[in-house]
């Protein structure tokens, strides 16, 4: 496991802060852009403990599927 994560509180604070936007959000009827929101805090909140690496490669297209 590259970088590791650390257990405490503040993290548990971001990651719970991120849900409780999303479901505000979505109770609003904003979804897709809750959708969206949530999905940037989440990587955010990711990157900080498993950051980018050049060897990593993307494993799957990136192709939108209508």
């Not at 940037?40 to 192709?63: V, Y």
Request: glycine share 10%; net charge positive.
């Amino acid at each position: 496991m590259r970088g590791g994560y650390k257990k405490g509180k503040r993290g548990k604070e971001e990651w719970k802060n991120s849900f409780n936007n999303l479901t505000v959000t979505v109770r609003k009827k904003h979804n897709s852009g809750a959708i969206c929101k949530a999905v940037t805090q989440i990587g955010l909140l990711t990157a900080q403990h498993f950051p980018p690496n050049k060897a990593d490669e993307n494993e799957l297209r990136d192709l939108v599927i209508e």
